[in-house]
């Protein structure tokens, strides 16, 4: 039967612990017991209140998150304590269930959170070329006839986000070339401006950033951090189809309780 180990390692031969993007990335297993049996693994963007009640509801004994949930150091591990992670652990330990993060080695995967939205447009990620030192934006060649409005506006009906954001001088500007970087990419700007591309796509945009963005000449469209969770439907279809035994009989869900903390208000 499979465990929280074995689990682990075949996690680690599809997206490599030694591809992370960010020094001190806390990826790996961040809760759990490598000897306890696992048959069914919760695939999330977040571990929050939701997707651990959704896992226990599954009887997952494992979840395979994106952000690390213990990304400082805790001072306690307490029921109800008001910093959310410490309740979290708690609970995770109580309720028998492991946790693993795949951060920014995911993000670099072919079957990762830029893979993911790359795919929803039309583009592959995995023959896009590295434009910075961690390989880890990349700049594509925009298919003809592409302007920032209309990359926009596929960005905005494809993803799984309710609005995205553009910033240009000229929506309908000709855009040969862009750069990607799913999550908060923004302080990569600098390396797309080095890069010739003409438009940035990231997510967690600040006005002021945003205004940097305009000054150095790139158009940028903000696609909110939420956008990474589509990596679910590269991701875990990936996994399932891997032979039974190689995943130990373990089946992958992806989550149905992960929500956007933005919604967005119209009049
Ligand atoms: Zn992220």
Redesign the pocket.
């Known amino acids: 039967m499979a465990t929280v180990g074995s689990v682990e390692h075949f996690i680690n031969e599809i997206i490599p612990p030694t591809d992370i993007c960010m020094e001190n990335d806390p990826i790996g297993l961040h809760v759990g017991d490598r000897a306890a049996p696992v048959t069914k693994v919760l695939v999330c963007?977040d571990v929050d209140a939701d997707t651990l009640a959704e896992a226990k509801e599954h009887g997952c004994e494992m979840i395979l998150a994106?952000?690390p949930l213990i990304f400082r150091p805790l001072k306690d591990v307490v029921a109800g304590n008001a910093f959310d992670t410490s309740s979290l652990v708690f609970d995770a330990v109580r309720s028998g269930v492991a946790i693993m993060t795949a951060?920014t080695n995911l993000?670099k995967s072919d079957y990762g959170?830029n893979a993911a939205i790359a795919s929803a447009i039309g583009y592959d990620y995995s023959t896009a070329m590295p434009i910075d030192a961690t390989g880890l934006l990349r700049k594509f060649d925009a298919v003809d006839g592409t302007t920032t409005k209309s990359l926009a506006q596929k960005l905005a009906c494809k993803l799984n986000v309710p609005v995205v954001n553009m910033t240009t001088t000229n929506a309908n500007r000709p855009v040969a070339s862009f750069a990607m970087c799913?999550?908060?990419g923004f302080s990569f700007l600098s390396d797309v401006v080095k890069s010739g591309a003409d438009l940035f796509i990231t997510?967690d945009v600040g006005y002021h950033e945003a205004q940097a963005a305009r000054a150095a000449g790139v158009d940028l469209i903000d696609i909110q951090?939420y956008s990474?969770g589509m990596f679910m439907e590269v991701l875990v279809p990936m996994l399932n189809a891997r032979g039974a035994d190689e995943r130990g009989g373990v089946e992958f869900i992806a989550s149905k309780k992960q929500h956007n903390v933005w919604t967005p208000i119209t009049v």
């Open positions: 963007l994106h952000h951060h993000d959170t799913s999550g908060a997510g951090h990474e």
